[in-house]
């Protein structure tokens, strides 16, 4: 009887022992819960969605098809494939150019808008990388002038709403000839009449989208243009190799990582763009996501899914090209030569070609956000041509009154106005409790991953970190609100906190983990060895030493939250955060408000990034880029 | 082992009766609440909300504004009474609205207590057909005089809203005909068809008996008719016989719900449509928009309400002058407090203060007509166009075309796509 006990224990012992080293170690219990933790929370939403799929919806086209049962009765119903079939099977008749047609369901619900938002996000990628690559470049590795200023306007438009760059253009470039309606700016005042391809519809998206997103491209590529060995380009000089040579066989090659990092990070943003499209008008997945919702739940629902299966392709793509460690923002060379190339007279040229481009994607917003909340009536312009009195009004700002006023829709002024209030506190909050949650999770994702290099699950953790940031957001916030409406959290903070948290975690574990990959592994086992516990060493010497890129992942979170729309959308009311209440009154044409509300925004955002790279060196650009000024600084520090 | 099976079922017997219970009352308090007169309902909404939170979901988010209006009349009969209310009317975006009820009563936790309600359509397929949101008529409204009960009754409108033909008339066009808003070289500025359902269900509604032979005879006196527009109609019927539609003048509807869908020009809102078409420089344009929204326009050197006629407003118009759609008030299947649910409607459709956060303006009719106010001279002579005629003129002499949520159930499942169809290819 004893001999086979032996022989268990014989056989259970190294395993208990392997089970016992394997919790010993702090980041290995952290990854395995996270792990878990993160599986749930990511996987268990998109499953819903792809439940919503072949659920029935009654009073829609699914619950139509099944007519013999009584919607009561559907209620209860669970499974049905007709959402699948019809769409991709079946046929309407409808008229085309007044003609009687018999279509595919599908060439009208999702092969345009499908078409529409691929040809959006690649236009948007090569927008972003052309204009947010020579930018740096330019600012990086030549004589410009101005780089400072130049710098910090640049990312203006992706601190903005995206969509307010939208509307902007909008108010500039319509008119009544091409797009219908009233005349906008360019017209009124110019009488420069832009054709419709202009105004609205994929272009004007395309190039809204590659302005917000070109700072990513700039500070992306940036990051390495700054750190990069001059002694590269000048070994080929010394070869005699011609300029344009030595840029495409030297320097691109060399940036190349930084450009697929921004192609993987704005073409899932871009498809999962919501406002700009509706507001300029092109029928994207995300338009029709929402439009199909009334009539074709279970459709809209499938769209949702095309989104996230790009979201999983970018994956793919991503992993493929970064060998495993997903090092998108990885700065490749440290040099400590760096030599400026001297523009000559082109200098001038290129910096004054800057700043007017800078100052309209950058200052102009800002400056017609002030402008538009004195204006009377939305759009309305008279006081350029008939001067101030009688043309402006602080009625905007400073009504208490909101009936003695005209135009103001019940609302009282914004400096008095208690939903904008609210609103704002529910943003601060929700951005506050996103930050903190995502920033300390992709801390630990961060510092356990770079402890396990080789470790599987370690890896597979980093990737299902990172997978809601591929996502487009509008196919996150669907899963989420199929997720929360089932759970019954629609329209509480739990469910903002949990999607933002979720979706933000990228930010902070890539800045986390690039920055713990550069810590040399002595540092703390010196401490090991004196056996102090593991929390005294992460907050008595990891956090200290990389604070700033640690600062940064908190940030992050934060100022996206504050101005994040298309992920909290279809989670929330429109009073619940600023940014539905922005939305809101610029669907309302109450561009007054939206405008006054984009310019505190605006500003706040400014200030906390100030303040915070002030007290602690930490900014957006270093958050982003997980490179830096501040790392190179550290790095000699850090290696012991 | 018994024991503890018969605990189980039992518990489960307890947990469905529980259930049973919970959804049982709300219907026998609309039963119970329907005999009652506004008096009585105070008396109850005090008994059960006194100190309680109160939670809504609306289309319309002046539901906030008259919670404080019931409060205080509820005060009147117990100054200790308290509800707190602050944040609780919902006003969800994007159509979520039917999406935030279901799963509300579905739900383990419910916290809507009623809603104010659009799109007679999804109301009626989504809400009533599987019985989420229940019907409750005030005895006060039932037998108050003058009360247009026909139409308004099941579910209960609370205002009837009119989204009317206006233009731009700084340019040299005119528009005398239902028909000039759909002829060659127009586009109309709309709310996108999807974006708000309501305008769906305005096209839905056009093909009506009633709605089609006003397009027909609008078509016979219109001055614009060729022989394009003659094939088109007559080709219709092929149409209609696909979408199963029997009407004896729906060719007319559809041909018009045709050019209208190819033609319309889609905005986010009526709001900044209206201030577009009051611009001067938005020569010719045209729009179908919700009448209030000109109350907002501030005269200035470049706009002005003056700049825009009421279509249906010049004595030689013909045809519809627009469609009407409505605000309903229901209560959940599951509202934690029925009583002062049925007591907020009967004060918002029985009483002038409580119909007054939409009854101030001009543009929404209740069917009660103790509640509505004269708007008739808002403009006075200097901006005619904001004379509101009234909910009579505008059914009668403006020709609205009236949502109807069973009609408009009945015709979306075929119509919807064939709809769907023409916009997407524009």
């Known amino acids: 009887m004893s001999k086979p006990k032996a022989g268990r224990s014989g056989f259970l012992k190294p395993v208990q022992n392997r089970i016992r080293t394997f919790f010993s170690k702090p980041q290995n219990v952290i990854l395995l819960v996270l792990g878990i933790v993160l599986t749930i929370s990511t996987i268990y939403p998109m499953l819903t969605i792809v439940r919503d799929t072949i659920r029935l919806h009654p009073g829609s086209i699914d619950a139509s098809a099944n007519a013999a049962a009584s919607q009561k009765e559907l209620l209860g119903t669970t499974v049905t494939g007709y959402n699948w079939t019809n769409l991709f099977t079946d046929t309407i008749t409808t008229r085309v150019g007044r003609r009687r047609v018999t279509q595919s369901v599908a060439s009208v619900y999702l092969w345009t808008p499908l078409l529409n938002s691929v040809l959006v996000s690649v236009f948007a990628c090569l927008g972003a990388i052309l204009y947010g690559g020579i930018f740096a470049y330019l600012v990086t590795r030549t004589d410009l002038k101005w780089k400072r200023y130049l710098s910090s306007v640049f990312i203006f438009p992706y601190i903005m709403p995206q969509w307010t760059l939208a509307m902007l253009w909008k108010s500039l470039f319509n008119s009544n000839a091409a797009s219908g309606g009233s005349d906008g700016l360019f017209a009124s005042v110019l009488g420069l009449y832009l054709p419709k391809w202009w105004c609205e519809g994929l272009f004007p998206v395309s190039v809204v989208l590659a302005l917000h997103y070109a700072p990513f491209a700039y500070i992306l590529i940036g990051g390495i243009f700054r750190n990069m060995d001059a002694s590269l380009e000048e070994a080929a000089m010394i070869l005699n190799t011609p300029g344009w040579k030595t840029f495409l066989r030297v320097t691109l090659p060399l940036v190349k990582p930084a450009i697929l990092s921004t192609v993987l990070l704005v073409f899932s943003s871009a498809m999962g763009s919501y406002p700009v499209p509706h507001y300029l008008k092109l029928n994207t997945l995300s338009t029709q996501y929402v439009e199909m919702n009334a009539s074709r739940a279970g459709q809209a629902s499938i769209l949702a899914v095309i989104m996230m299966l790009f979201g999983f392709l970018i994956l793919i793509i991503n992993q493929r090209t970064t060998s495993g460690r997903a090092n998108y923002t990885t700065v490749t060379g440290k040099s400590g030569q760096r030599s400026l190339v001297k523009l000559g007279a082109a200098k001038y040229v290129l910096t004054a070609l800057f700043t007017v481009l800078t100052m309209m994607t950058g200052i102009l917003p800002v400056v017609m956000f002030a402008t538009e909340t004195f204006l009377p009536n939305p759009g309305d312009y008279s006081f350029l041509t008939h001067g101030l009195s009688g043309n402006t009004t602080l009625k905007w700002w400073v009504t208490r009154e909101p009936a003695a006023e005209s135009g103001m829709y019940g609302q009282k002024g914004i400096l008095f106005n208690p939903q904008i209030l609210n609103a704002f506190k529910g943003t601060f909050f929700l951005a506050v409790a996103c930050a903190l949650l995502a920033g300390t999770i992709g801390l630990l994702i961060g510092y356990c991953v770079s402890k396990n290099r080789r470790s599987k699950w370690a890896a597979y953790v980093n990737q299902i970190a990172f997978l809601p940031y591929l996502m487009p957001s509008l196919a996150v916030g669907a899963a989420f609100f199929v997720f929360g409406s089932s759970a019954g959290i629609y329209n509480t903070f739990l469910l903002l906190i949990l999607a933002g948290t979720v979706k933000y975690i990228p930010f902070a574990s890539r800045s986390a983990l690039n920055s713990m990959m550069q810590l040399s592994g002595e540092i703390e086992e010196a401490a090991i060895i004196q056996d102090i516990p593991w929390w005294k060493r992460m907050l008595c010497i990891v956090i200290p030493i990389q604070k700033t890129s640690i600062i940064s992942g908190y940030l992050l979170p934060f100022m996206t939250c504050l101005r994040e729309l298309t992920l909290f959308m279809l989670l929330c009311g429109q009073g619940k955060i600023i940014t539905t209440m922005l939305s809101y009154y610029d669907e309302m044409g109450l561009y007054a408000f939206s405008s006054g509300i984009n310019l505190i925004l605006v500003v706040l955002i400014l200030i906390i990034n100030t303040l915070v790279n002030l007290l602690t060196g930490a900014s957006i650009d270093s958050g982003i880029s997980g490179s830096g000024e501040n790392r190179k600084k550290k790095n000699s520090n850090c290696s012991g | ?426």
């Open chain 2, 1 to 426: 082992m018994k024991k503890m099976v018969s605990f189980a079922v039992g518990a489960m017997l307890a947990a469905a009766m529980s259930v049973s219970v919970c959804a049982q009352p709300v219907e026998e308090v609309i039963r119970q609440a329907e005999e009652m007169s506004l008096q009585e309902l105070y008396q109850k909404a005090i008994e059960e909300s006194d100190g309680k939170r109160f939670d809504a979901v609306g289309n319309s988010g002046r539901g906030q504004i008259v919670l404080p209006l019931l409060v205080e009349e509820l005060q009147k009969i117990d100054p200790s009474y308290r509800l707190d209310y602050e944040g609780g009317w919902q006003q969800p975006k994007e159509n979520k609205i039917f999406d935030q009820l279901t799963e509300d009563i579905e739900g383990s936790n419910h916290i809507m207590s009623m809603t104010l309600i659009q799109d007679g359509n999804q109301v009626k397929s989504k809400m009533m057909d599987t019985g989420l949101l229940l019907n409750f008529v005030p005895k006060d409204w039932r037998e108050a005089e003058g009360v247009a009960r026909d139409g308004n009754e099941n579910p209960l409108v609370v205002q009837t809203l009119n989204k009317v033909f206006m233009f731009n008339n700084q340019g040299k066009k005119t528009w005398k005909n239902m028909w000039d808003f759909v002829r060659d070289g127009e586009a109309p500025l709309f709310m996108g068809v999807n974006s708000e359902p309501i305008n769906k269900n305005f096209l839905y509604m056009m093909t009506d008996d009633e709605y089609a032979a006003i397009a027909k005879e609008a078509y016979e006196a219109w001055d614009g008719k060729n022989k394009e527009y003659d094939d088109l109609i007559e080709d219709m019927k092929l149409d209609a016989e696909d979408l199963g539609l029997e009407g004896e003048n729906v060719q007319y509807s559809l041909a018009w719900d045709c050019l209208w869908c190819e033609k319309y020009n889609a905005q986010t809102d009526d709001a900044p449509i209206c201030n577009t078409l009051a611009s001067a420089s938005a020569k010719d344009q045209t729009g179908l928009l919700v009448y209030s929204k000109i109350r907002n326009i501030e005269e200035t050197a470049q706009s002005s309400v003056n700049n825009i006629t009421i279509a249906a407003y010049q004595d030689d118009y013909v045809g519809i002058g627009g469609f009407a759609y409505k605000h309903y008030l229901m209560i959940p299947k599951t509202s934690p407090l029925p009583w002062t649910a049925c007591a907020m409607i009967a004060f918002m459709t029985t009483t002038r203060e409580g119909f007054s956060p939409w009854g101030k303006d001009m543009g929404g009719y209740s069917p009660n007509p103790v509640c509505n106010q004269d708007h008739s001279k808002d403009g006075g002579d200097q901006f005619p166009a904001k004379n509101d005629r009234g909910y009579d003129w505008w059914i009668h002499q403006g020709k609205l075309v009236v949502e109807d949520p069973a009609y408009c159930a009945s015709v979306s499942g075929a119509m919807s796509d064939w709809i769907d169809g023409i916009v997407a290819d524009r």
